[in-house]
């Protein structure tokens, strides 16, 4: 089993549409987690970053970690052609541990 | 700001050959991580530099070996390349040793294809 299991979609939603992400994990050692966004070729951009169980916001991007049930969530509202990429949950160990990543597309 | 950059952008290199890339860190960081990153995969770690030693290492054979120099910039080194090897590779820089779970700012990648 890996340590952090993410559905790579692909998914496809209208613009506008709310969007939740998920992942979830086993090891309960991991402490910091992210959300990071890449489009095709190129390199992940961070877009939110959360130490403890609750939500954070910014703008469109919520995300929300339940320590208890080792699962995490990234909510996009009001979704924008702009956002179609994949979205990678990530971990902290002594490193940065990966989902494999959901494709995301939003269509006009 | 400049922000992490990568050298090369793409390459293309044949078994059994050996491959050097570059990564310079984002202002203000001194800490490098080098991720691996097949097609259709989540980033995997590789090893982390930070004041020049090599810190952390993931599940990767010693073909693959990096450095770090005294401005915090970063290579890693892959020997005999195989097919497998084919990826693209990412750094990502982060300030202090707790840069292991810190924020970590990638770079662009360079892209490996092994023929």
């Known amino acids: 089993q890996k340590e952090v299991e993410q559905d790579p979609g692909p998914l496809s939603v209208p613009e506008g549409a709310i969007v939740s992400l998920n992942c979830t994990y086993s090891n309960s050692a991991f402490q910091y987690f992210m959300w990071y966004r890449q489009y095709s070729r190129k390199g992940p951009e961070l877009l939110m970053y959360t130490y403890s169980s609750g939500n954070k916001e910014d703008g469109r991007f919520t995300a929300q970690v339940d320590k208890s049930s080792k699962y995490i969530s990234l909510f996009i509202r009001d979704s924008q052609p702009s956002d179609s990429a994949t979205y990678l949950c990530?971990?902290?160990?002594?490193?940065?541990?990966f989902g494999k990543g959901t494709s995301l597309l939003v269509t006009p | 700001d400049a922000g992490v950059t990568q050298s090369p952008t793409h390459l293309i290199k044949t078994r059994g050959q050996q491959v050097t890339l570059r990564c310079s860190p984002k202002?203000?960081?001194?800490?490098v991580s080098w991720y691996q990153q097949a097609l259709g995969q989540g980033p995997q770690f590789i090893f982390q530099y930070y004041e020049e030693e090599e810190r952390q290492r993931g599940n990767f054979p010693d073909r693959f070996s990096g450095h770090q120099f005294p401005n915090y910039s970063s290579e890693l080194n892959v020997n005999a390349l195989l097919l497998g090897d084919s990826a693209l590779y990412l750094c990502a820089s982060s300030q202090g040793l707790a840069g292991t779970t810190d924020t970590q700012y990638f770079g662009p990648g360079t892209r490996l294809t092994v023929l």
């Open positions: 990530a971990m902290s160990g002594y490193a940065l541990n």
């Open positions: 202002s203000g960081h001194d800490t």
